[in-house]
């Protein structure tokens, strides 16, 4: 508000307000709510707000607001109203799998089915052949045996559930073996000691940190194990004087070995690659079909890392442990719906087919060649300096992150900017344009990384990062 008049003129600064019903009159507000949309009771009750707000300012010593501010100020209150909760954000900071701002994106397929699944009615449990009631757990089963060996397969909300349903339904009253060097945090407060609690197993630690032997395995083993769970170090790497042993070695330990007794061995994945990384230039990260051919009997990884799809849990093994998964109470608890498994389905047909690194967009994000990278920062570089703004393209790395492949960067070319007025503020701003962008700050300049923007988003990015150095410049020029 514009200045604090003396307190005398409160009752004067009342009558400047206008009444709600003259406000809601004035032509500007109806060109509004056509404009926007809304519906009158909506604008009633914002332009009620403001109002108020008004009032209280005013009671606070602040002048009543210019007859000419409450148009302005009801469409911005409206706007801010009829913004949906979950908002698309452009993602510059290089990190493909970004868990705070939603992982994989789908590709065109997924988004495809699901909306066609969401329009209408589906096959969701119900067998078109014979007309009856059907399970929704047998649509993903065929792929995902097809594209890890797998007897059998279920599918539940997240990895985080498909580790808890394992525990849960396999193990409980019973213990189960892991190494000292897995009992690790995934984030977001998932700690492989609490799940193992919650789900009623109980935890033997095997082994130290650093160093873990099948021998230490095989020492812990009593009559009422009833599992090892292997859990991948997804987001972390030990390096140094380390060991784990490989999975084969407690494949045959589990499966009545030495202590002539059956135990499960369950491994928990977490990203889960379907592809061999190593082709991309990357670590390798663990296959499912190659954890089930060592021998595990249960595998679960996401469907929303590496796989490049919606949020799941995705296990599979042996058909008469997944069918007691299935049997069990928390199954119904923990299924995915209809959306899920209809954008899950297309994006398991993509890697069936062989299609994975052309659609789906983390894959291609990860393959995008380094010199094709250089030529978007490039031209960025020489659109925002064709309107007087300077801008460099730093050589940097991107990262998969989520989880996957910790440490593993891959070469790319950022756009680095050094906007007036500081870069914390700039990212501020960058973050309340429309749409949203999140970037990088390092070494003092906003980092923009092309990897993670697709390029229907470059306008809108060039848009964003035009208005802010035009602002940050006028600041600056009439600051000094
Ligand atoms: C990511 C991860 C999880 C959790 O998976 P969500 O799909 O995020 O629930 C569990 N275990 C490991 C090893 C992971 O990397």
């Known amino acids: 508000m514009p200045h604090t008049p003396l307190a005398s003129n409160v009752e004067s600064e009342y009558r400047r307000l206008p009444a709600l019903d003259a406000l809601l009159r004035r032509a500007e507000v109806a060109l509004l709510v056509a404009e926007l949309g809304v519906g009158r009771e909506a604008v009633a009750e914002a332009a009620r707000a403001l109002l108020g707000e008004a009032r209280a300012a005013i009671a606070g010593g602040a002048a009543a607001p210019a007859e000419a501010w409450w148009p302005a100020a009801l469409a911005a209150r409206l706007q801010e109203q009829e913004q949906p909760a979950l908002r698309r954000v452009i993602n510059a900071t290089g990190v493909i799998l970004h868990t705070n701002l939603g992982r994989a994106p789908l590709s065109r397929a997924a988004l495809h089915a699901a909306a066609n699944a969401a329009q209408g009615y589906s096959n969701l449990e119900y067998t078109l052949e014979a007309g009856a009631r059907g399970s929704r757990h047998d649509h993903p089963r065929a792929l995902l045996q097809r594209l890890t060996g797998a007897e059998d397969a279920l599918v539940v909300n997240n990895n985080a559930a498909a580790v808890y349903l394992m525990l849960a339904a396999l193990c409980a009253g019973r213990e189960v073996l892991i190494s000292r060097g897995q009992l690790v945090e995934i984030g977001g407060g998932f700690r492989i000691p609490d799940v193992l609690r919650q789900s009623g197993a109980t935890l033997v630690e095997v082994g130290t940190t650093n160093r873990?032997?099948?021998?230490?395995?095989?020492?812990?083993?009593?009559?009422?194990?009833?599992?090892?769970?292997?859990?991948?170090?997804?987001?972390?790497?030990?390096?140094?004087?380390?060991?784990?042993?490989?999975?084969?070695?407690?494949?045959?330990?589990?499966?009545?070995?030495?202590?002539?007794?059956?135990?499960?061995?369950?491994?928990?994945?977490?990203?889960?690659?379907?592809?061999?990384?190593?082709?991309?230039?990357?670590?390798?990260?663990?296959?499912?079909?190659?954890?089930?051919?060592?021998?595990?009997?249960?595998?679960?990884?996401?469907?929303?890392?590496?796989?490049?799809?919606?949020?799941?849990?995705?296990?599979?093994?042996?058909?008469?442990?997944?069918?007691?998964?299935?049997?069990?109470?928390?199954?119904?608890?923990?299924?995915?719906?209809?959306?899920?498994?209809?954008?899950?389905?297309?994006?398991?047909?993509?890697?069936?087919?062989?299609?994975?690194?052309?659609?789906?967009?983390?894959?291609?994000?990860?393959?995008?060649?380094?010199?094709?990278?250089?030529?978007?920062?490039?031209?960025?570089?020489a659109t925002l300096q064709r309107s007087g703004f300077a801008a460099e393209v730093w050589a940097g790395e991107s990262a998969v992150g989520g989880g996957s492949l910790p440490g593993e960067t891959l070469p790319t070319w950022l756009l680095a900017l050094l906007p007036a007025g500081g870069v914390d503020a700039a990212a501020a701003a960058l973050r309340r344009a429309q749409p949203p962008v999140v970037c990088r700050i390092q070494n003092d300049r906003l980092l923009f990384d092309p990897r993670t923007v697709a390029e229907e988003e470059e306008p809108l990015l060039l848009a964003a990062l035009l208005s802010l150095l035009a602002a940050s410049t006028a600041a600056e020029g009439s600051s000094s």
């Open 212 to 381: 873990t032997y099948t021998e230490d395995f095989a020492r812990a083993i009593t009559p009422s194990t009833a599992a090892i769970l292997r859990v991948h170090a997804s987001n972390f790497r030990q390096l140094g004087f380390v060991a784990e042993p490989p999975l084969a070695e407690l494949a045959a330990l589990a499966h009545g070995g030495a202590s002539g007794r059956k135990l499960l061995l369950l491994d928990d994945l977490g990203s889960g690659a379907l592809v061999d990384t190593t082709r991309y230039g990357l670590a390798p990260e663990p296959m499912p079909a190659a954890s089930l051919d060592a021998g595990a009997d249960l595998v679960s990884f996401s469907g929303d890392k590496l796989v490049g799809g919606p949020q799941a849990g995705l296990i599979v093994g042996r058909a008469a442990l997944v069918d007691t998964l299935r049997r069990h109470p928390l199954a119904r608890a923990l299924r995915v719906d209809k959306l899920t498994l209809a954008a899950l389905d297309a994006t398991l047909r993509a890697w069936a087919a062989g299609r994975a690194a052309r659609e789906l967009p983390i894959w291609r994000m990860i393959a995008a060649p380094a010199e094709e990278l250089l030529g978007r920062a490039a031209a960025w570089q």
